[in-house]
């Protein structure tokens, strides 16, 4: 009989003892069904144990260890044990965190299935030189087997008809469909692109580092061919053997990463990992990833966490978005777990951007990072975008616009080139208001406005999600003269309908969005060249290739100038960069006017220099001076209650239980948070830092132990390590 140490999904700082009559440490990371309470739950096999600090009658039987899946690998519970105690979070939380759903639950069955591959076959070879033109999607899928064989994902990706021809082609005997070995096999490259000169030596430079762990920040602008970087690297990853790991921030981003990746590996399995994806297709994405059989692994932050038994290569591209941090439950750096991911693997890291996290920066310029820059656009021709301020105080804005802005897309319209407006706030008006008696649509459930939606006739809260219907009358005085005041996306959307009623206008953002396969619809609409004026929130901000788009307008970056968040600054030039990105990728020169109060600050300065690395300096010892992260390491204690009193209570007695700070650590006083009360909870905060991380680390294991031993009920509070938001 042994004790089976077990990780449940519980927000308790602990593991579970039950005994179980067959087992052995080949089970340790298996999952196991255990008895919890009056029902089953799964849980993870962390320990085996001979004894336990429990009773031998309270200890309880394990039901069934779930073999037909795999155990997780040491190096795996490394990893989730690493990231229990650097975010102290419970293990268990921090396992089921990564686990695709089905694996969390009891009753799912498991197997995994087998991609399968396709090969041409010798009367196949003979019949592609006789195939009729008109056969375009035969011939394509013969093409690209008479090339190397390929996997079934990456034919069909290649065409909507793909299944069809694809049987018809078995049938007939030219094509053979297989089953590859689970092994990831080392598949062909397509070469497509001669590297330039900048490419080739950033390759060189990587590969002169040698194999082991190393962390490459790859600066390079918008347009550069990073990504061209990467295939190579993993090229060469896939021919010793090895799996390469590669996040990106954003769903959208996956599925023309995907096509990519498909086209330039044709016989390579690769999948794809993100919560866009069924459950099924998530486990059997996990699945093959751990059995070594998927080569690349694509997806976002919560690919993290695949198991990968022969990783060699991660990649983040993007490295500085914000959405590689989680903001609830286990508040984790997706890009700070590659790193360390990478060195306990022992392989290399590259983390990709135009605009590098200062934190990222800071590392490539002290030199624990190495630096490789890419300066020049890829393409030959294609300019960088000009960069100039519009002074609104200087014009008279005809509905938020400036005459120069008005003037441009005027222009592009003439020329039939694409422009986009690029407003960060969605809805038709920020806030619904009465001008009699000052009322404003505010939130019940928060301090927050609440948003018109013209479209659907509502008011929406962006925080909690709450909605009502626009009233007709102030609810206040009973004034039926109500006006939405400022500007949202819809409402930009109609300004310029009235303006150019010509031009075909399309407005992405969240809310058009909303629908699966939309976005991907409305790439192609913009692609396809079926719309003039793109009415973009940073949604369209990101990676996404417009050739024909030579103008982009930026109305209310303001405001985030003088913010009180001292991150704010580098979150907009970071925004900005990529959104002026978008702007003349090809044989297209593209101009970026930025509507704006204060045209000569230094922020719009840089851009317009196209200078980040001068003006990361400037932050870089601003924050020095502060005392703000790079320079110091922080982590936030949360509290939400029914009032904010309790909240802070909590957070005082928090400071207590903490007892003296160590040297070099400051508990800074609680305060209520910028949005105090959202969902009906109240919410207040205190800051811990210090410069030692290892200093603040130690303080925080003990701290939180002691937090986790209160016998608190009406009070929720998480530790934040790393906070990007306060
Ligand atoms: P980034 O990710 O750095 O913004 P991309 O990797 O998307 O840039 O590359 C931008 C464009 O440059 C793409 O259309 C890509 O095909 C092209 N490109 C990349 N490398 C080369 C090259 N060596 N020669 C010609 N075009 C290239
Ligand atoms: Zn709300
Ligand atoms: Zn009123």
Redesign the pocket.
């Known amino acids: 009989m042994s004790i089976l140490h077990v990780a449940l999904d519980l927000p308790v700082p602990r593991l579970f003892d039950y005994c179980c009559a067959e087992t052995s440490s080949a089970d340790i990371g298996m999952r196991v069904l255990v008895p919890f309470g009056n029902k089953q739950m799964v849980g993870v096999i962390v320990a085996l144990a001979d004894t336990s600090e429990i009773d031998s009658e309270k200890l309880k039987s394990a039901v069934r260890i779930l073999r037909e899946t795999p155990a997780l690998g040491r190096d795996w519970l490394e990893l989730v044990q690493f990231c229990s105690d650097y975010y102290h979070r419970p293990l268990g939380e921090v396992i089921f965190n990564g686990l695709p759903v089905q694996l969390r639950k009891p009753g799912a069955t498991l197997t995994l299935k087998q991609a399968a591959a396709y090969r041409l076959s010798a009367s196949g070879r003979e019949a592609l030189a006789q195939l009729p033109a008109r056969a375009k999607v035969k011939r394509a899928l013969l093409e690209a087997l008479s090339r190397s064989e390929c996997t079934e994902q990456a034919l069909l990706a290649q065409s909507q008809s793909a299944k069809q021809a694809l049987a018809e082609l078995s049938t007939a005997g030219w094509i053979e469909r297989y089953q590859p070995s689970a092994q990831a096999s080392a598949g062909g490259f397509v070469e497509k692109l001669a590297l330039n000169a900048e490419q080739q030596r950033v390759l060189r430079q990587i590969e002169r580092a040698g194999p082991g762990y190393g962390v490459f920040l790859l600066h390079g602008i918008t347009g550069s061919g990073k990504t061209e970087i990467y295939l190579r690297l993993i090229a060469r990853t896939l021919a010793t053997g090895g799996q390469t790991l590669v996040l990106v921030p954003e769903i959208s981003l996956t599925p023309r990463l995907e096509q990519e990746f498909r086209e330039r590996f044709p016989n390579t399995p690769l999948v794809s990992l993100h919560s866009g994806l069924a459950d099924g297709e998530r486990t059997q994405h996990w699945l093959q990833a751990q059995s070594g059989a998927a080569a690349i692994v694509l997806g976002t932050r919560l690919a993290v966490f695949a198991p990968l038994p022969k990783l060699a290569l991660i990649v983040v591209d993007e490295e500085q978005d914000a959405s590689f941090k989680q903001q609830d439950g286990v508040r984790y750096s997706a890009r700070d777990v590659a790193v360390f991911r990478a060195r306990q693997a022992g392989i290399p890291i590259v983390l990709g951007s135009a605009t590098p996290a200062l934190e990222t920066y800071a590392h490539a310029l002290s030199g624990r990072y190495q630096l490789l820059q890419l300066s020049q656009r890829a393409v030959p021709q294609a300019q960088l975008p000009l960069v100039r301020t519009v002074d609104m105080r200087k014009h008279k804005l005809d509905d938020g616009l400036a005459p120069a802005v008005l003037e441009a897309l005027q222009e592009r319209l003439a020329r039939g080139e694409q422009s986009l407006v690029f407003l960060n706030r969605r809805g038709y008006a920020p806030v619904l208001m009465c001008p009699a008696c000052d009322w404003v649509s505010g ?4 301090s ?1 406005r ?1 948003v018109v939606h013209l479209a659907d006739k509502r008011l929406r ?1 962006h ?4 909605s009502t219907s626009i009233p007709r009358h102030c609810p206040n005085c009973g004034n039926a003269d109500i006006h939405p005041l400022g500007r949202g996306t819809q409402r930009l959307e109609a300004t310029l309908a009235a303006h150019f009623p010509q031009a075909r206008i399309l407005r992405v953002d969240r809310d058009s969005t909303r629908n699966k396969g939309s976005f991907s619809r409305m790439l192609e609409q913009i692609h396809g060249g079926r719309a003039d004026i793109l009415v973009g929130t940073q949604i369209l901000a990101k990676g996404h290739d417009f050739p024909n788009l030579t103008l982009v307008a930026v109305l209310n970056a303001d405001s985030a100038l003088y913010s009180a968040d001292y991150r704010a600054p580098e979150r907009l030039f970071a925004q900005l960069m990529q959104v002026a990105g978008r702007a003349g990728r090809a044989d297209l020169a593209g101009e970026v006017l930025i509507q704006t109060q204060y045209p000569r600050h230094p922020l719009y300065a840089a851009l317009a220099q196209h200078d980040y690395a001068g003006f990361a300096r400037t932050l870089l010892a601003e924050r020095e001076q502060a005392g703000f992260p790079p320079y110091v390491f922080e982590a936030v204690l949360r509290a939400d209650a029914e009032e904010l009193i309790t909240a802070l209570e909590f957070l005082r007695q928090a400071v207590t239980l903490a007892g003296p700070s160590p040297p070099g650590v400051t508990l800074y006083d609680p305060v209520p948070m910028t949005v105090t009360r ?2 009906e909870r109240e919410r207040a905060h205190l800051l811990a830092q210090s410069q030692s991380r290892k200093a603040l680390q130690a303080h925080l294991a003990a701290w939180s132990a002691k937090l986790h031993a209160l016998p608190q009920r009406t009070v929720r509070w998480h530790l934040d390590v790393d906070p990007i938001e306060f």
């Open positions: 939130c019940k459930r928060c927050t609440m809260c925080h909690c999600g709450a959202l969902a």
